[in-house]
């Protein structure tokens, strides 16, 4: 069953934004660090953002300066905001818990992925 749940992607022209949302759907009773990673056809994954329970961000550097990752702890949600996007952005996104390499400082044991959503620039 889906613990995490994408929602956002779609297809944009070249200098478009998009808002990727995650929500986290378990009920763990604690916060963890949350992030995004991207794979795009015939590439290696690529970890995109992260951020800790204390608001701290980390970002790829070829995101840096475009993207933001936020988050929502009431409602158990991470956002990633996509601004001036271009075709090398193309790619599924998921949303991971508390995966290091991704860029979360530790592992607390509530590692999950989501099923991805799909960002397309054209």
């Known amino acids: 069953h889906v613990q995490l749940v994408e929602s956002g992607g779609g297809s944009v022209h070249t200098g478009g934004s998009l808002r990727l949302s995650c929500v986290d759907r378990r009920n763990i009773g604690r916060h963890y660090c949350m992030g995004w990673f991207r794979q795009a056809p015939g590439k290696d994954r690529e970890a995109v953002a992260a951020?800790?329970?204390?608001?701290?961000?980390s970002y790829a550097e070829s995101v840096k300066g475009r993207f933001t990752i936020s988050r929502d702890d009431a409602r158990n949600t991470v956002y990633l905001q996509m601004i001036n996007l271009s075709p090398e952005d193309t790619a599924l996104y998921t949303c991971v818990s508390d995966t290091v390499w991704v860029g979360c400082r530790r592992s607390v044991g509530v590692a999950a992925w989501g099923q991805g959503t799909q960002v397309t620039v054209s």
């Open positions: 951020i800790e329970t204390d608001g701290s961000a």
